[in-house]
C-alpha cells in the first residue's frame, strides 16, 4: 500500500533526514518526505501498513519535533 499524507516540515534537511529515518524502519518498502510540496509518501505492505505508519511518525517527531503529519 502508497498513501500520500500532508507534512509541514521546516527544511530540506530535516525532510532528507526524516526520510532516511523512515526508510530503517522494518517494513518500509519506500518512503519520502518533500520539503517543497509538504507531502510525506510511505509504502509499505497492507497487513503492517498501520504499525508501520505509527513507527514513522514517531521517527519523523525524533528528528524534527515541530513537524506535522496529517493521518
Request: negative net charge; glycine residues 2%; charged residues 35%.
Amino acid at each position: 500500500m502508497k498513501k500520500t499524507f500532508k507534512c509541514e516540515v521546516d527544511c530540506a534537511n530535516c525532510a532528507a533526514k526524516m526520510e532516511e529515518a523512515v526508510k530503517k524502519i522494518d517494513g518500509v518498502t519506500d518512503a519520502r518526505v518533500n520539503f517543497m510540496t509538504q507531502k510525506f509518501m510511505l509504502e509499505a505492505a497492507d497487513d503492517v501498513f498501520e504499525s508501520v505508519l505509527k513507527l514513522a511518525v514517531k521517527a519523523c517527531k525524533k528528528v524534527e519535533p515541530d513537524c506535522e503529519i496529517e493521518i
